[in-house]
């Protein structure tokens, strides 16, 4: 009985411990952020300062984070919703007629090193006249979200019995029609899976931004990096900045934790 | 009638076309150009127009040091990272594959580095690191250790930005590692507690073989990441001091858009793309005999 007690309370050291590092940046983002300049530099590192919101004033106030804020959603919804409509057909396909050469190709673009397509985009692109243009940005980040799209979506349609279309179509239905009314509605948490991670890699994402945007189409990643190369010594402003971009990740997965986990999983754990 | 079965007949066509028409657009045709243009000598700063060179390009940038430490360096971080990220995940999913009271909280604070900005959390590592303000060295002090310069010197530059990526990642092996758990049958376990092995012999000889092919494919997952790793190094050092903490992808991004070398940055990112592929099948070939 007491070995058992001691085992439990070392159990809860070490998941204590675990916790500790996983949280402590984001827990010094967020005390930082709070902080004035002199109390970030101030050497020992203040543990208790009187929290200030002069940094947020400052990121929401002087630089144009609502613009930075309108792109990356609009972005990245724009995009995540083109490759559901590319996506979900394609999986499908894959799942019901065992397509894998064909789900090799397309998870191709996790493979590849992005900047090995982003140098022929900015050629072309410049070309085209479309640099810093939405259809550039939503178009790169549909090479995110669509892999992801027809990696989860093509796992879960195959989780869904043939039965279910093929009792329709004994009934008369195309494969087509049982597909749009009777697959994709059973659909929806395979669906909001692709979509939340999808939207978040996509909110994350820095590197095609960073060469395909410029003022009009900035992203917040992108701003969050200006923000330093132009302000290095401002970490009270900085810091603020990175809590205003990680905050809608972490709602979003607080509130669809269980799809997240499950889309991440989900493929290594089927195999 | 006839119009629909020709839809139907060819549904397996017609489905994943336009995703396919998407991906060779924007992928395939731009990989094939890097290609072609690795052949080439084009430098977009020059003006001239480019001239096909043969390996030419291949000869110059194989031949240089600065690639060549790029290189090694490349798979020095994706190593290190990966056996880290892969040890200290596996250990974890182990000691959380229990029930236990806020273990739902647990997994959710598994989750926050995975979807936090890459970007921001190397801005945050920054502030972290800073050698006159940095939270790093004040533990480092006050345990009784010398202060360090971390990313500010050449020599623990990669080290430092490694425990970024462990901190970030490991949680994703875990994650996965724990579905895994979860997914495996009592039975093989029960037998071996029966015969009287130990808790550790359990876990060395039965649990850990049987999930080892998910194992393997969450180390696949981070390593094909970790040697494409760019926003965090990008972010906190941008290559450098000087060129210390330069990768394969992050000297191809310079070259590309710095230096607009567009031959040379073609032949790097060729070369990122073979280590890519053959690491990723050498760990899947790896995958498929610990499944037998």
Known sequence: MKKKLVSTIFFYLLV????????????????????????????????IFSPTLQNYQKVFGEQDFLKYFFNSTII????????????L???????????????????????????????????????LNLMDSYVALILSHMLISLPIVVWIMSTYFSTIPREMEESAMVDGATRQYAFFTIILPLSGPGIITATTLSFI???????????LSMEKTKTLPIAVYNFVSYAEVDWGGVMAAAVAIMAPAIVLTMIFQKYVVKGLTMGAVKG | MAQSSFTERNLRILFPLPAIIFVALLMI????????????????????????????????????????????RTFAFTFFAVVIEGFLGVAIAIILNRAFVGKSVAKLMLLLPLVATPVAVGIVFNLFYDPTIGLANFMLQSVGLPQ??????????????????????????????????????????????????????????VTIPMVMPVILTAVILRLIDALKTFDIIFAMTGGGPGYASETLNILGFKYSFEYFRMGQSSVILVVLFLVVFACSLGIMKLRAASET
């Open chain 2, 148 to 205: 360090g310069l971390w990313i500010s010197s050449s020599a623990t530059v990669i080290p430092s930005l490694i425990l970024v990526d462990v901190w970030q990642w490991t949680p994703m092996i875990t994650l996965i590692v724990l579905a895994g758990l979860a997914g495996l049958s009592e039975e093989p376990v029960e037998a071996a507690r029966v015969d009287g092995a130990s808790e550790w012999q359990i876990l060395r000889y």
């Open chain 1, 16 to 47: 204590t411990g675990i916790a500790l590092v996983v949280l402590f940046p984001f827990v010094w983002m967020l005390a930082s952020s709070f902080k004035t300049q002199v109390d970030i530099i101030s050497w020992p590192p203040k543990f």
């Open chain 2, 29 to 72: 045709f731009p990989v094939l150009y890097t290609l072609f243009l690795s052949f080439t000598n084009w430098n977009l700063t020059s003006g001239a127009p480019f001239s096909f060179v043969g390996f030419k390009s291949y000869a110059r940038v194989l031949a240089e040091p600065r690639f060549l430490h790029a290189l090694s």
């Open chain 1, 89 to 127: 057909p394609a999986a499908y396909s894959i799942s019901r007629y065992a397509q894998k050469k064909l789900a090799v190709f397309i998870l191709l673009a996790r493979l590849m090193p992005g900047i090995s397509f982003l140098m022929p985009w900015y050629i072309v692109f410049s070309r």
């Open chain 1, 201 to 211: 890699f996509s909110w994350n994402n820095f590197m095609f931004s960073q060469v």
């Open chain 1, 76 to 87: 990245g919804a724009v995009s995540v919703g083109l490759s559901l409509v590319l996506g």
